[in-house]
C-alpha cells in the first residue's frame, strides 16, 4: 500500500509542481527562502486537505461500505481526468503568475492546488491506509515537488510542465481503475 500512497502522493503533487514552474518562470533569481516558503504553502495545505476529506468521509463511511470502490473509481477518475484536461489549458494561467511568495499570493494558491487532495482524503477513508503517514507523505512530496518546481521552472522554463500534469492525472486513473478491479474480483 506504501506504493501506491507513494504514487497518489506524486499525482497530487502535480498541480502545486506546475504552478511553482509557471512562478519560477516570472523571476529573475530563487532564493533559498522562496523555495522553503513555496514547499510549506504548498505541502502543508497538501497534507491538510486529505486529512479534511478522510474525516468527513470516514463519518459517511457506514453508509456506503457496499459501494465504496466505486466512490474510490470515481474521484480518482474525476480528479486524474481533470488534471490532463487541466494540462492542456494552464499555459495561458501559468503566464500571469506571479512571482511574489507572500501568503496574499500564496493561500489561494495553496488551496487552489489542494482540492483535489481533499477528494483524496475522501477515497482514503473507503482504503485500508493509514491516514496519519499518507498525509506526512503527501506533504512531503508536494513540497519537494513545489520546492523543485520553483528551480525548474527558472531552468527549464515551462517545457515539462505540461508532461508531468498529463502523467499525474493517468497515475490517478490507473490507481482507482486497479481499486475497482480488485473490488470486483477480476484483479488479485
Not at 166 to 187: F, T, W, Y
Amino acid at each position: 500500500m506504501f506504493v501506491a500512497v507513494l504514487l497518489i502522493s506524486v499525482s497530487v503533487a502535480m498541480d502545486a509542481f506546475a504552478v511553482s514552474i509557471g512562478k519560477g518562470l516570472t523571476v529573475s533569481r530563487i532564493r533559498p527562502v522562496d523555495a522553503v516558503k513555496s514547499a510549506l504553502w504548498f505541502g502543508g495545505f497538501q497534507a491538510l486537505f486529505p486529512l479534511l476529506g478522510y474525516f468527513a468521509a470516514s463519518t459517511f463511511s457506514k453508509y456506503v461500505v457496499a459501494v465504496d470502490h466505486w466512490i474510490i473509481f470515481g474521484l480518482l477518475a474525476f480528479i486524474g481526468g481533470n488534471m490532463i484536461r487541466e494540462a492542456f489549458e494552464e499555459e495561458e494561467e501559468n503566464a500571469r503568475e506571479t512571482a511574489q511568495f507572500d501568503w496574499k499570493h500564496m493561500l489561494p494558491l495553496a488551496v487552489a492546488c489542494s482540492i483535489d487532495a481533499f477528494a483524496v482524503g475522501v477515497s482514503f477513508a473507503f482504503m485500508k491506509i493509514n491516514i496519519i503517514i499518507s498525509v506526512i507523505c503527501i506533504g512531503v512530496v508536494t513540497g519537494a515537488f513545489s520546492a523543485a518546481g520553483l528551480y525548474i521552472g527558472r531552468i527549464f522554463g515551462s517545457r515539462w510542465q505540461m508532461p508531468a500534469q498529463i502523467a499525474g492525472g493517468i497515475v490517478l486513473i490507473a490507481i482507482g481503475v486497479k481499486v475497482l478491479l480488485e473490488h470486483l474480483g477480476l484483479l488479485p
